[in-house]
């Protein structure tokens, strides 16, 4: 499985980015897509998922209200988008997928693929 993600930019606080993942070659066994958020000298930390097939969704509540995951399955494209941003939002954004199973998805380890990532910048 391949993901490229895309739609990232530069936005002021309060703004909006909706970014897109799209996944390619064996993509009928994705179980869950996740986007995850990289801030400079941090850990990549969890901020959305959804099961593949059955659609349901997990945020975290630092994004809870905020922002919305959702998929195409027709394109294989899972999307974020991303609303009422904020200066701690900053980070390089990556999809990622757990294949064959449904760990526990706040934890980068157990997804097996994942995109080349994409920058936000909220300035304040």
């Known amino acids: 499985v391949q993901l490229q993600a895309s739609g990232g930019g530069l936005v002021q606080a309060g703004g909006s980015l909706r970014l897109s993942c799209e996944a390619s070659?064996?993509?009928?066994?994705?179980?869950?897509m996740g986007w995850f958020r990289q801030a400079p000298g941090k850990e990549r930390a969890f901020v959305a998922g959804?099961?593949?097939?059955?659609?349901?969704?997990w945020y975290p509540d630092s994004v809870k209200g905020r922002f919305t995951i959702s998929r195409d399955n027709a394109k294989d494209t899972v999307y974020l988008q991303m609303n009422n941003l904020k200066p701690e939002d900053t980070g390089v954004y990556y999809c990622?997928?757990?294949?064959?199973?449904?760990?526990?998805?706040?934890?980068?380890?157990?997804?097996?693929?994942w995109g080349q990532g994409t920058q936000v910048t909220v300035s304040s």
């Open positions: 959804i099961l593949w097939r059955e659609g349901t969704i």
């Open positions: 070659g064996r993509t009928s066994v994705i179980d869950v």
């Open positions: 990622a997928t757990q294949i064959g199973r449904s760990a526990d998805w706040r934890v980068a380890a157990y997804y097996d693929y």
